[in-house]
């Protein structure tokens, strides 16, 4: 690494030098960069040597930056216990090794470069270093990095430095296309040019591969490759040769590019120019790796790259590329970005001189910024982000280049030319483009919240006078976005077009965390925060001071108070929900409450300027525009309107918006007289000429009624209580009421969750963000809800602790309509669950703080009283129209909250102390004049007993129970002090009677339901008497069908239960009647009846396979018929299980290809399934279907009828197999002869000895009717097409072997997933998985009957060579290491009828079986007992050979002798008999499985459960002796020529020698990949990936195989591949050679799980990560630490391999059509 005094410096060599400039571009600079950097090493001498590189303080790992990255992201916890802001960021590595690691954090992944904070100080207020990076003692102290170097070193490094950096700036930032500067021509100038093609972000993949083809004559192929670059590096060279020829491409790029938006940019450039620009690239890399070497050199680069360039031109090399950075294309600014953070923003000193210079520059750089086309994150600009959040250098930002004023001023600059006539904002429509800009100017308010996330703890004059201006300057802006958007209530016809309002509100959004900020930076110091007031309070009073529309002076009088006020009507003039000026208002104004200023210095205060009326005239404005709009008096206005409404109360604008606003009235109303508040109130509700007419209620008939304008007005009087309400209850804001900011976290979740348990997700939604994007919610979660875990499905739920219900209001002001109408119902239920009356009484209240304590006078103002009066009044008059039952519930509300707010005050009240609330008093009297109207307490006991309102009779008993509570307290008041528990005892006295009451109805109930069940068991006696006889006729017909045998009942005991060979046990079919459920008849399934079918879906699987490298290559010429031990591939069947008419299957299907015919072309739109593949949805249940399974009986019945009676014996197995061999030879030699039959019927063929009663003349009959016929080659074709890939061809020979196939392969992959499932191996299938398996094996039992003979004979013959070689070498068989045997055993059994059909000597069908299941069971013994010998033998012996054990021993040794000794020598019989047993039990599960479904015997009791002896069992049930190794004693003689031939083949002996593998049993079941328990290790996997096509790029979208562990560069251009004439993305592709067109894939950026099948169908699957509560968050939206979830990655398991993945997949996209239009393939 370091070079040494004694190397020699290596020089540049001569060819170099001798370089021409063409020669120079086409190498791109590589070998110039590569030999000039040793050049640069001669210069420099040996720096490595003497500067080693520094570790810990500000030297972090260069792994991830601040913001930037490309790995993960990890942000500390709690911003304010750990990071100073939340851009803080650590890379994994150093994560793992800090503190932080145990604390709560936040994990994100972007792209981009840069470095950890890690060992930045100023990023972490605790924690700052990591284990690896801690500094040492004496590496603690800060000095100079230049005096590790010597003079010389520094001066030559300097020139050298100096040299190669400006350079490199002149070069990349020089503009002239075909020449170069002075001093930098070559001699001879030839005339060779590129033609280069540069990057924007407005034309698309597509559109630049569409125009290179015809612009440069390329295959698509190159223009893919062109256009990735492009997009990568920023421009590509396209075209070279002469000036002409590239002259005339980019004559074709622009003309074909400039149709609709603005053309790609394209540049002739001089070969020379090329090169030189590549040059200077390398030279920014190799510079980046100097410095690294030593902090001493990137101090000397730093100092050389700030250093003004003259005294005239203030200006530096930096400066001058940074002013140059939206001319450069992507590349160039990606790699000097990155000189930049490695040099600039590494050393402290110049990382300081960097931010001034940027600062004095940022006006300029973000003009360019908005007139460049690319991204932020390859702009400049970007950098802001590393110094702006340096709380010293935006200390020093602020106080020395005013930067907040400048960010600021720049902000209004650039939307300064969308005003209207008065000064205030008016943003032109919302457009892509408009939406496009007006993103780019919303990063001046991200550069801004940098500045101002970390709030100053010491304050100077000079910060607090620039804070100042700039908060004037930001003022301004707000003055401008006061009251823009303004709207005129529309009548008459509706609004043509609707208004734009995106924009301002998009403005809003982005400000709101600015103007909280803002009040932050004010409430730190008191002396900001009064001149900040007089500041905010001037500008507010020249908003007010414009032109006010409709404005007229009003006197207004109402309960003996009048007040001057004007005349503004909200429906007839224009309002604005836009009032940020008057909000930062309010903010501040409650600042000064909570910071206690208003109380300490009141005299600073401009308090005596303020006009309360003139405060709150706007916010009520919006208020009452958002009643009205509730009321429906704006319909005609638009979307646009209930849009900005929503909005308004949003979680993401309630902040700044709606509760500022609600704040504004409490300010004003607390410094106002309450009753002219409430009049103003009533006035601009346009309600004050209804409460001002006595009679208003009486003049509302049914018959002269507007029922709108009544509708109207009482929505608008029930949305004026609210308000009041709100006014006066909503006090849980710090300043405004006494509470601290937990009490208003806690408060919020309260009230989410009293409308029901919700996810920890659904409540921070719920609950605003601040600048840090923290809710808070983690401090105070656990003191008001508990946690409930989530099941296998689901979420993690909060539900809400019973004691905090009693803080429920009913009417909190952040509820919509909806969540108060479901919080309402949730709680009346709870308190009846609980016994509990239905009242739902207002919550007790915490006290105002002394600014705003004289708003409780409200509750017993004159005008109050007399709105509560006057609306109760409506109630108790008869026939009343003129009330809602919303509005009384509204105002036994305030009712309650004033007797609460007297109760309070009562007990807080001290003896001597003025009490001055006094509602009870009040209430208590009767109205005044016009006429004397009861009082509102005597309405209420009026309405008590009103039948009505029973909804509302437990409210009414609260308020009466609550009022005598606070009566005897008064009257206690003067002699003795209250007692708390005496008020509780006489509420629970009350109590106690409700419940005395409660249960005495109860009671009565009972009895009466008890009366009514007597009268109906008398009515049901005597109907039973009187129809007696019928009621024993049917007695009789139940218990005659219960003693009935069920389906398939042996005649046998359990224990003599076999399912084959000669002494299978009879089973006694019963009748089998189904119902279609297209035409819902019935039918029994019978041969020669139409046919029944079942929906099922084939598909090729890899689930067992062993083996993904291996594919079928050529599947025209390929040959099925022996599968492999590996499973490499195979055809898998399942099915719905819903059973259909052949023929209504067939007319249904049809209708559906006709539907898609019909469909246009240009209407077509994309299905879950594919019509032309023979695709379909089941119609009952939508599962993806594409052919049918005929339901057929038992096989055996027809074939046994007439050839089995003359049953005489049992031939052994010697004999079976020598008479077998004949018959194949008969017809082998009939085949080759091509003799008829007619002339064989009484002669043999020539040489060959024929068994009396075999009979090749006969053709059998098939007794199946045309119907099943049909579909039995409608199936067998289906199989045969999807399982090869192929034309569909019934004539085809292999189309009964994929048959056979299919049956053998679903009912191993069954076996196996009952096998992992640890389920017994019957009797715990679903019906649809048992239907589908009788069906399949007894269709493919019968497939033979519409087959050749002659083909399935051939079959027969070949697959019986394996076991039986023959003389014939034209055909060699594989060996038996190469054969799966329970393939081999199907094959065999189901193609045996062909030839068992011309025998007709007596021997039963069953005997065949037998023989064959035992021939097949020996060979897989011998396949065992060879494997094992590879197997390593870790098993202790357990107990002393036996029989079995010294058998096996006895055959292993065979096994050697016939091998020639190669194999291991084992001196264990007992290990080889657990080899045996252990590795033939899946064999003996499937067989079992295949002859219970093939015979229809009944299994054993025993293995319907999971048990020890299974083995046993399984050898009973499929007529095995329990020793199997008696099998070869029994049939010594013809075993042991078969084992000896089994033994000589080559492939058995190269295995037996080590020269090849074989796969070992028993095969281990496949299972997805093991995945890490944290979700950050994937990522930072992820991370690390590099895209395998694009020279080490980061992918984007990196994704998982979960099937085999690949990553995968998904969804790009760079990896796509050409499957079957076609373009695919990585993934598709990839799902073809590991899942056979399946594929189920975690995308890591994403969380998100991946299903593909085939080039069309995919969805998204929920991830099986979870956070800790318990959530998944795909999009990595919320950032919680995930983990792997154990039982939801089994789930996700179970469908793969079940084969339900194509089934999800269309139920997702049956369910969601918007995943059908995703171009799958691409991914």
């Not at 709009?629 to 308004?648: D, E, K």
């Not at 089973?1067 to 297209?1078: P, R």
């Not at 090749?1256 to 009959?1261: A, F, H, L």
């Amino acid at each position: 690494m370091a070079a040494t005094e004694s190397e020699e410096i290596p020089s540049i060599p001569k060819f170099l030098m001798d370089c021409s400039a063409k020669d120079i571009a086409l190498t791109g600079g590589r070998l110039l960069s590569k030999d000039l950097s040793q050049a640069c090493g001669v210069v420099l001498g040996f720096a490595e040597t003497w500067c080693p590189r520094a570790r810990g303080r500000n030297v972090p790992c260069p792994i991830s930056p601040k913001g930037r990255n490309t790995n993960i992201e990890i942000h500390s916890s709690s911003q304010r216990a750990c990071a100073v802001d939340p851009t803080c960021v650590l890379c994994m590595e150093c994560f793992l090794a800090s503190v932080h690691r145990e604390h709560r954090y936040r994990m994100t992944t972007s792209g981009g470069g840069g470095f950890c904070d890690c060992g930045d100080t100023e990023a972490w207020k605790q924690g700052p270093y990591c284990l690896k990076h801690e500094p040492t003692a004496s590496g603690a102290m800060e000095e100079d990095p230049l005096a590790h170097l010597s003079e010389d070193m520094i001066g030559r490094a300097y020139n050298i430095f100096a040299i190669a950096f400006k350079y490199a700036v002149d070069m990349l930032t020089w503009v002239e296309e075909d020449r170069l500067p002075s001093g930098l021509e070559p001699p001879e100038k030839e005339d060779t040019y590129y033609c280069m093609l540069f990057n924007d972000e407005v034309h698309t993949y597509e559109q630049v591969i569409y125009t290179l083809q015809k612009a440069v004559n390329c295959t698509q192929k190159e223009a893919v490759s062109f256009a990735t670059t492009v997009d990568r590096d920023g421009r590509r060279s396209v075209r070279y040769g002469d000036f002409q020829f590239c002259d005339q491409a980019k004559t074709v790029i622009v003309r074909n590019t400039s149709r609709q938006t603005k053309p790609l940019k394209v540049q002739v450039m001089h070969s020379s120019v090329v090169a030189h620009q590549g040059f200077a690239l390398k030279l920014f890399i190799w510079l980046s790796q100097v410095i690294g070497y030593s902090g001493g050199l990137r101090r000397i680069l730093c100092q050389v790259g700030l250093q003004q360039r003259s005294a005239e031109d203030n200006s530096s090399l930096v400066d001058k590329l940074m002013l140059c950075d939206s001319k450069l294309w992507k590349g160039a600014r990606n790699i000097y970005h990155q000189l930049f953070m490695s040099s600039l923003l590494m050393d402290l000193k110049n990382k300081k001189l960097f931010a001034v210079r940027f600062a004095k520059n940022y006006q300029q750089l973000q003009r360019d910024f908005m007139e460049d086309d690319h991204e932020r994150v390859v702009s400049v600009t970007a950098l802001s982000v590393q110094l702006f959040t340096v709380p010293t250098l935006a200390r020093i930002l602020i106080t020395e280049e005013n930067l907040m004023t400048t960010i600021i001023q720049t902000f209004i600059d650039h939307l300064m030319r969308q005003r209207d006539s008065h000064g205030r904002f008016q943003f032109e429509r919302y457009t892509a483009i408009q939406a496009f800009k007006f993103r780019r100017v919303q990063s001046l308010i991200g550069d801004l919240k940098y500045v101002l996330v970390s709030k100053p703890t010491e304050w100077t004059d000079k910060l607090r006078e620039k804070f100042l201006e700039g908060f004037e300057v930001f003022l301004q802006l707000l003055k401008r976005m006061q009251g823009m958007d303004p709207v005129t209530r529309q009548v008459g016809q509706h609004i043509e077009m609707e208004p734009e309002w995106e924009a301002a509100f998009t403005l809003q959004m982005k400000l709101t965390h600015i103007i909280s900020m803002m009040q932050e930076w004010c409430a730190s110091d008191e002396r900001v925060l009064i001149e900040a007031y007089r500041k905010c309070l001037i500008v507010l009073l020249q908003c007010q001071s414009g032109p006010c529309d409709g404005e007229q002076p009003i006197t207004l009088s109402m309960c003996g108070h009048s007040l001057d006020s004007i005349q503004y009507r909200v429906s007839q003039h224009q309002v604005s929900i836009h009032l940020p000026v008057s909000r930062l208002f309010s903010g501040l104004h409650v600042l000064l409450s909570k910071t206690e200023v208003a109380y300490r210095f009141p005299e600073l205060l401009p308090l005596s300027e303020l006009s309360p009326p003139l405060l709150i005239e706007h916010p009520l404005h919006c208020m009452v525009l958002c009643a009205q709009v509730h009321a429906g008096m704006w319909r005609r206005n638009g979307f646009s309107l209930v849009n900005q409404i929503y909005y308004y109360h949003n979680v993401k604008c309630r902040v700044e918006m709606y509760d500022k606003d609600l704040v504004m009235l409490q300010a004003g109303a607390s410094m106002m007289d309450p009753n002219h508040f409430l009049m103003i109130m009533l006035c601009r509700f346009e309600l004050y000429q209804i409460f001002n007419s006595p009679d208003y209620g009486k003049r509302f008939s049914s018959e002269h009624t507007n029922k709108d304008v009544l509708q109207q007005n009482n929505t608008l009087i029930e949305e004026m209580l609210h308000l009041i309400m709100m006014v006066v209850g909503e006090r849980y804001t710090a300043g405004v009421g006494q509470v601290s900011a937990e009490d208003e976290i806690k408060r919020e979740i309260v009230h989410q969750l009293c409308i029901r348990p919700m996810a920890h997700s659904e409540l921070v939604k719920a609950l605003p963000e601040d600048e840090n994007k923290e809710t808070g919610m983690e401090r105070v979660i656990e003191t008001v809800a508990s946690f409930k875990k989530p099941g296998l499905t689901g979420r993690g739920l909060y539900e809400l602790k019973r004691e905090c219900t009693k803080e429920f209001n009913l009417f909190f002001y952040h509820y919509s309509r909806a969540d108060q109408s479901k919080a309402e119902e949730a709680q009346r239920k709870l308190r009846k669950q609980n016994g509990e009356d239905t009242a739902l009484p207002p919550p007790v209240l915490p006290h105002f703080c002394p600014l705003f304590a004289s708003l409780v006078n409200i509750l017993q103002s004159d005008v109050y009283l007399y709105i509560l009066r006057t609306v109760l009044q409506w109630v108790v008059e008869p026939n009343g129209h003129a009330w809602t039952e919303s509005m009384l519930q509204r105002v036994l509300h305030l009712i309650g909250m004033a007797l609460l707010e007297e109760k309070q005050q009562l007990e807080s009240s001290s003896e001597d102390s003025d009490f001055t609330f006094n509602f009870t008093s009040k209430v208590s009297r009767p109205g005044e004049a016009p006429e004397n109207s009861p009082s509102i307490l005597a309405m209420l006991e009026t309405l008590q007993n009103a039948p009505h309102l029973e909804v509302y009779k437990d409210m009414i008993k609260w308020i009466l129970k609550l009022f005598g509570v606070i009566k005897k307290m008064r009257e206690r008041s003067n002699s003795a002090p209250i007692v708390e528990s005496g008020g509780h005892s006489v509420e629970e006295c009350l109590r106690d009677k409700d419940k005395a009451d409660r249960k005495r109805k109860a009671e009565i109930a009972r009895l009466r339901r008890e009366k009514i069940m007597a009268q109906m068991s008398e009515m049901q006696r005597h109907f039973i008497d009187e129809n007696r006889e019928l009621f024993q006729q049917t007695l009789e017909e139940l218990e005659a069908s219960s003693s009935t045998a069920p389906d398939n009942s042996p005649i046998v005991p359990d224990a003599a239960l076999t399912a084959l060979g000669p002494r299978q046990t009879r089973v006694f079919e019963k009748k089998q009647v189904v119902t279609c459920i297209l035409c819902q008849e019935e039918q029994e399934i019978k041969m020669n009846n139409k046919a029944m079918v079942l929906a099922s879906f084939v598909q090729r699987s890899t689930v067992l396979s062993k083996n993904r490298t291996r594919t079928i290559q050529d599947p025209e010429n390929y040959d099925p018929l022996f599968m492999q031990p590996d499973l490499a591939c195979g055809t898998h069947i399942g099915s719905c299980g819903h059973i259909m008419h052949a023929h209504c299957w067939q007319s249904y299907f049809d209708a559906v290809q006709a539907k898609e015919q019909r469909r246009q072309q240009r209407l077509r739109v994309h299905t879950s399934y594919d019509v032309e593949n023979g695709e379909f949805l089941c119609p009952l249940c939508e599962c993806l279907s594409n052919t049918v399974i005929p339901l057929l009986p038992s096989p055996r019945s027809p074939l046994n009828s007439d050839n089995s009676r003359n049953f005489s014996g049992i031939p052994i197995l010697s004999h079976w197999l020598k008479c077998t061999l004949q018959q194949l030879n008969v017809l082998k030699k009939m085949q080759e002869k091509q003799m008829l039959p007619d002339n064989l019927s009484n002669s043999n063929p020539e040489g060959m000895e024929v068994s009396e009663g075999f009979r090749p003349d006969i053709k059998p009959k098939n007794p199946y009717s045309e119907s099943i016929k049909e579909m039995l080659t409608t199936l067998a074709t289906a199989t045969y097409k999807v399982g090869l890939k192929v034309h569909p061809n019934e004539q085809d020979p292999r189309v009964p072997i994929m048959c056979w196939g299919s049956c053998a392969y679903t009912i191993q992959a069954i076996e196996r997933f009952l096998a992992d499932e640890e389920k017994p191996l019957f009797g715990h299938l679903p019906c649809r998985q048992d239907d589908c398996l009788k069906a399949l094996t007894r269709f493919a039992a019968s497939h033979w009957t519409v087959s050749s003979l002659s083909v399935v004979q051939k079959h027969y013959a070949r697959l019986l060579a394996v076991l039986v070689p023959d003389e014939d070498e034209t055909q060699i068989p594989p060996s038996i290491l190469d054969v799966d045997m329970f393939h081999l055993l199907v094959s065999l059994v189901f193609s045996f009828p062909a030839l068992y059909c011309h025998d007709f000597t007596g021997v039963s069908l069953a005997v065949g079986h037998h023989h064959l299941f035992h021939l097949v069971t020996m060979a897989h013994i011998v396949q065992i007992l060879l494997t094992s010998s590879t197997e390593e033998n870790t098993m202790d012996q357990e107990s002393a050979d036996g029989d079995e054990e010294a058998a096996a021993l006895a055959m292993y040794d065979k096994l050697r002798q016939y091998s020639g000794s190669a194999l291991n020598l084992m001196s264990s019989g007992w290990h080889l008999w657990q080899y045996i047993k252990t590795g033939i039990m899946p064999y003996l599960r499937c067989s079992a499985l295949f002859f219970h479904y093939l015979n229809s015997v009944p299994v054993p009791v025993e293995l319907q459960e999971n048990g020890p002896q299974h083995f046993e069992l399984l050898c009973r049930y499929l007529s095995l002796p329990t020793n199997l190794m008696s099998l070869f004693q029994t049939n010594s003689d013809s075993i042991e020529r078969l084992i000896q031939r089994w033994c000589g083949v080559t492939e058995v002996q190269s295995f037996v020698k080590g020269e090849r593998t074989a796969i070992s049993y028993p095969r281990e079941s496949n299972k997805l990949i093991d995945l890490p328990d944290d979700y950050s290790c994937l990522i930072n996997r992820a991370s690390c990936f590099t895209c395998p096509k694009s020279g080490g790029d980061k992918s984007r979208a990196p994704t998982l195989c979960l099937v085999c562990g690949g990553m995968l560069c998904s969804q790009s251009y760079c990896c796509q591949t050409e499957l079957e004439g076609e373009d695919v993305g990585a993934c598709t592709a990839h799902t073809y050679t590991c899942g056979c067109g399946v594929g189920i894939f975690l995308r890591v950026r994403e969380s998100q799980v991946l299903f593909l099948a085939g080039k069309t169908k995919g969805c998204f699957y929920p991830p099986p990560y979870l956070d800790d509560y318990g959530e998944t968050d795909q999009g990595l939206r919320r950032g919680n630490p995930l983990h792997l979830c154990k039982e939801r990655y089994r789930k996700l398991q179970k469908l793969w391999q079940q084969h339900s993945i194509t089934e999800e997949i269309g139920h997702a996209q049956e369910a969601n059509q918007t995943l059908v239009g995703i171009d799958w393939q691409h991914l």
